[in-house]
């Protein structure tokens, strides 16, 4: 069973800002198969990125995934009011589980 | 558009059992693995189930294998979560979900199962 650990937990940043969040598979995540989700207060998680750097249907260009192997980034290159949520990952390669990061809590400086 | 609504959540007795429903629309259920997802009040997401197409192939989390039960019914459009000796750690929004190769692209609002005596 694949563990996938987030890091920061938390990260405080101001609009504008770039952000880099990191999620560390404890072994290697087949095919790149890893996936960002975004998720608001009351709401279900949206999907950014699968195949470590795709970007979902409708997702600005301002998000990016890059990684392979066993660490993953997802980069926010400036960012807007709205991307102030928390952020998981979540591998799919070989067979389930399909775990997820514990995840990062990208909050407003 | 694709619809994923969730039912059958409430409040139960430790040990106990509870069913959750998941109604789809707008795509053609029995082409897709459906997978179950739940999150805890205040906490992360666990992935819990999925079974392929047909139900030939069901996977299940370590915390849940022996208790839970994963289903569909395809000509029904809807997929099943039997959830039996409940837990208090058990207690989350339970996500009914849609995905592609693994990953979830569709998300239902979610069923609220309370486990408290």
């Known amino acids: 069973e694949i563990v996938l650990t987030q890091s920061p937990g938390t990260l405080s940043l101001s609009p504008g800002d770039r952000a880099t969040l990191s999620c560390r598979a404890s072994q290697s995540v087949s095919s790149n198969s890893l996936a960002w989700y975004q998720q608001k207060p009351g709401q279900p998680p949206r999907l950014l990125i699968y195949g470590a750097s795709s970007r979902a249907t409708g997702i600005p260009d301002r998000f990016s995934g890059s990684g392979s192997g066993t660490d993953f980034t997802l980069t926010i290159s400036r960012l807007e009011p709205e991307d102030f949520a928390l952020y998981y990952c979540q591998q799919y390669g070989s067979s389930p589980p399909y775990n997820f990061g514990q995840g990062t809590n990208l909050d407003i400086k | ?117």
Not at chain 2, 58 to 70: E, H, L, Q
């Open chain 2, 1 to 117: 558009e694709v619809q994923l609504v969730e039912s059958g959540g409430g409040l139960v007795q430790p040990g106990g059992s509870l069913r959750l429903s998941c109604a789809a629309s707008g795509f053609t259920f029995r082409s897709y693995w459906m997978s179950w997802v739940r999150q805890a009040p205040g906490k992360g997401l666990e992935w819990v189930a999925n079974i392929k197409q047909d139900g030939s192939e069901r996977y299940y989390a370590d915390s849940v294998k022996g208790r839970f039960t994963i289903s569909r019914d395809n000509a029904k459009s809807s997929l099943y979560l039997q959830m039996n000796s409940l837990r208090v750690e058990d207690m989350a929004v339970y996500y009914c979900t849609r995905g592609s190769g693994g990953y979830v692209i569709y998300w239902g609002q979610g069923a609220l199962v309370s486990v408290s005596s």
